[in-house]
């Protein structure tokens, strides 16, 4: 709203009725004019009904609120979605052009209420990204430090994750399915240096890939 509308104020409700595009929301009217419109929990937190009076500050509490609101839900309609690291959705909102304190705020209280966890988004996204991408330790660690979740958070989930993994076989599946692409490479040296890149880009440690990298130039042999 604009500040014309706060030098309208302070005014009475005159009325409060329910958008009809959205049963959720209501619209606010002072001295018969359209003021804002306000979610339900807006509605009953401020205790808003006809007659009330409805001065600059309050209007501009109303107003925080509501933009809080909306942070909210967007959010949770992100989370709904997914998992998201505390540092994903806050550059997410950022981009909306939202508050940065109040951002912060809601995110606050999405983690205090369990809908937001970085150390559950971390255990997951490492379990998928080693499971189903076939993505190595170093991948998976650089991943999560952009996405904020610190070194020992990171380390810890990535050893969870990779706990009992036949990293022979993991390697033996990934250099196999391009092994034609290998064979086209006849001299034997290039040939070991594509497949530890391809490896490396992965996000696998050097010392597992050296330690099975004969076997898997036999492999690709045969």
């Not at 009475?12 to 329910?18: F, G, P, T």
């Amino acid at each position: 709203m604009s500040k014309e509308t706060e030098h309208h104020l302070p005014g009475d409700i005159s009325s409060i009725s329910v958008q009809k595009k959205n049963k959720a929301r209501y619209s606010i009217f002072v001295d018969e004019e359209f003021l804002l419109g306000v979610s339900e929990q807006t509605l009953l937190k401020f205790n808003l009904k006809k007659g009330m009076e409805i001065t600059p500050s309050l209007f501009r509490k109303l107003q925080r609120e509501e933009g809080r609101f909306a942070i909210k839900a967007y959010m949770l309609k992100l989370l709904g979605r997914r998992e998201h690291a505390r540092k994903e959705l806050f550059t997410k909102a950022i981009k909306k052009d939202y508050s940065k304190d109040v951002i912060n705020s809601v995110l606050d209280e999405l983690q205090e209420k369990g809908f937001l966890d970085n150390v559950r988004f971390a255990k997951k996204f490492a379990a998928d990204k080693s499971n189903l991408s076939k993505w190595g330790p170093n991948k998976i660690k650089s991943h999560l430090f952009k996405k904020g979740i610190s070194n020992t958070v990171a380390e810890r989930c990535i050893e969870q994750a990779i706990e009992g993994q036949d990293v022979k076989q993991t390697f033996l599946d990934l250099v196999l399915k391009r092994k034609k692409r290998f064979l086209r490479e006849e001299d034997p040296y290039k040939r070991k240096k594509k497949v530890v890149d391809h490896l490396a880009r992965k996000g696998y440690r050097s010392t597992d890939i050296f330690k099975h990298i004969d076997a898997l130039m036999k492999a690709i042999a045969q």
